[in-house]
């Protein structure tokens, strides 16, 4: 078997002080590393020219942690202390002062809730907070140091591990401790699938625990390794149906199971310390980081097909030349970069052996170097002009053509199955959990790349007399930002949903937002403000929409769109000049 079918080194970064710890983003598009010199540095992956998108200075971060939408980096320092950046701003927007007695340990950012985040410390404690807000919002003491913590996609459950072998379930609606288990070592990585509600915990031992964490049982025990799990990750298959596959990583090796059997054991050389690991659902591999001193080497394994890698046999890594990939990261995601303040190294043979520059955020220069790019998103090439022809004739030929197109994709459908499963999967539990809110503010975040998906269950909402008479000005506020985003892709399918939708907002919502406007608050009112506040981001959000549906309209669209569409952008403008 060849290196590159079952790991090899992605990429290396050179860091200017020794490496404490590393976070891989969901995306697969960023990373941070904290150094011994106080310093975070946030890189882009996906670049030809490596490059340092920040820098931020201050006393030692023991960890880092990504916020939901990746435009903020949670940093845990040592002494206690929590720090958020803003990325796009590039400095520090909030500081957290004395959050925890000893060191911050593990951060976890909230599946749905972009403001909301978890934190274990030395402390022997468990912190869930708003960044809204200057305190905590609840606090789970009695756990031992905490080694390692997850929240469930579902966000109802917290779990953590600690150094007294124990692995604690905290319910998150009352904050509390469920139960907790005991388990062979000190817990040394927690990873739950994408997918199911399982849990899998890696020890300090080499063993992995498999949870099932909707009844709270102990499934099984793994016998990994001798040496600490590092690197652990629960894999959906995209091409062998009801299976479940599982990455675990040690210091010498990188095993994978498949329903809790050893598959394929390959051992490594990871040359340094193994630090953590990330399941990147777009790429559908998973992304490993070890460090060596100041240096970071980031490793992949493509699992779109694991069950081929489960047939090969063990090899042992070692250092290859990797080859030239696709460009694949928005450059505008973090903001713009000072142009003539950016160096670059010249180019050299070997990518592993560029160095970036340093580089402060206070400073004139941003890192560069080499670096190789993850692939870029696959994308579905289904042809449906010949399914759209039949379908209009009346020939039912066009179902099987259209079966035949999709099943062409393979696991590029099932990977886009997947993905909108589990974002119904969270929507459904949030709902059905009475947070509508959060609910609500997942399907915003869907609606940016899946606006299929959004149209769907904008749709379900606008056709439940029950739902829309609880909706409030809060949820207002956040449909309308779906719905602008759905007028904005300008497709025929979603349009006549949002067009409607606008509609139902104005009806309900538009007049009361006018009304609270007017009528203002006498002296200090603080309900009354905030009321107030909350009215203006209304209205700002319809003339928001407004504007995106006058440029729909500008462009081909069906009949019904146009007359439906015209007649709400009129009252808009009508109301608006009152």
């Not at 990429?11 to 976070?23: A, D, H, I, P, Q």
């Not at 009844?215 to 298959?237: H, T």
């Not at 080497?297 to 090969?312: F, G, Y």
Request: glycine share 6%; aromatic share 6%; hydrophobic share 35%.
């Amino acid at each position: 078997m060849q290196l590159s079918s079952a790991i090899l080194p992605h990429m290396r970064w050179e860091n200017n002080g020794n490496v404490l710890s590393c976070c891989i983003g969901g995306s697969g598009e960023v990373a941070s590393v904290s150094t011994e010199s106080g310093s975070v540095h946030v890189w882009g992956i996906g670049e030809r020219q490596p490059e340092c998108w920040h820098t931020f200075h201050g006393i030692n971060y023991e960890t880092t942690a990504f916020d939901l939408e990746e435009a903020g980096l949670y940093c845990g320092a040592q002494s206690g202390n929590i720090k958020i950046f803003d990325l796009k701003a590039q400095s520090t927007a909030i500081t957290f002062t004395n959050a925890h007695r000893t060191a911050v340990t593990q951060i976890v950012a909230h599946p749905a809730e972009p403001s909301v985040f978890c934190t274990g410390s030395r402390d022997a404690t468990v912190k869930y907070w708003d960044k809204r807000q200057t305190t905590p919002i609840s606090t789970l003491r009695g756990v031992g140091s905490i080694n390692s913590l997850t929240m469930s996609p579902d966000c109802r459950t917290v779990v953590a591990g600690d150094d007294n072998k124990k692995v604690t379930f905290v319910d998150v609606r009352k904050w509390r401790s469920v139960t907790d288990f005991e388990v062979d070592g000190e817990v040394t990585s927690l990873r739950i699938h994408p997918l199911e509600l399982i849990l899998a915990a890696g020890t300090s031992t080499g063993s992995v625990e498999l949870f099932d964490i909707d009844k709270l049982i102990k499934e099984c025990v793994l016998r990994n390794s001798s040496r600490p799990i590092r690197g652990l990750e629960l894999v959906p298959s995209l091409s062998v149906a009801e299976s479940r596959f599982m990455v675990a990583a040690s210091s010498d090796s990188l095993r994978i199971y498949k329903n809790s059997q050893l598959a394929s054991s390959t051992e490594l050389d990871w040359e340094g310390q193994l630090l953590t690991s990330s399941y990147v659902e777009q790429f559908c591999s998973v992304y490993f980081a070890s460090s060596k001193r100041s240096q970071i080497t980031l490793w992949r394994t493509d699992m779109s097909k694991p069950e081929e890698l489960c047939r090969e046999q063990a090899v042992t890594a070692k250092a290859v030349k990797m080859p030239s990939l696709p460009s694949s990261v928005d450059t505008e995601r973090f903001g713009h970069q000072h142009p003539t303040t950016k160096k670059t190294l010249p180019p050299q043979s070997n990518a592993f052996s560029k160095k970036p520059l340093h580089s402060s955020l206070i400073g004139d220069s941003n890192y560069a170097g080499g670096l190789v790019p993850a692939e870029p998103r696959a994308q579905l090439q289904i042809d449906f002009s010949k399914w759209r022809t039949l379908r209009g004739a009346g020939d039912d030929r066009g179902e099987t053509i259209l079966a035949n197109e999709i099943r062409a994709t393979g696991p590029k459908m099932e990977r886009l199955l997947q993905t909108r499963l589990k974002s119904i999967q969270v929507m459904r539990s949030l709902w059905s959990g009475g947070d509508k809110l959060a609910a609500l503010r997942h399907l915003e975040q869907t609606s940016q790349s899946d606006f299929g998906i959004a149209s769907d269950l904008l749709n379900v909402i606008l056709s439940s007399q029950s739902i829309k008479e609880g909706l409030t000005t809060d949820h207002c506020v956040i449909m309308l930002s779906i719905v602008t985003a759905l007028l904005e892709k300008g497709v025929e399918s979603t349009a006549l949903t949002a067009v409607r939708a606008v509609r139902f907002l104005f009806n309900k919502f538009y007049m009361q937002t006018q009304r609270t406007l007017s009528a203002g608050s006498i002296g200090v009112d603080i309900a009354a403000e905030a009321r107030i506040e909350k009215a203006r981001l209304c209205k700002s959000r319809f003339v928001t929409a407004r504007n995106a549906l006058q440029t729909l309209l500008s462009t081909e669209t069906s009949s019904i769109v146009q007359e439906e569409g015209r007649q709400i952008f009129r009252d808009l403008m009508s109301a608006e000049r009152k």
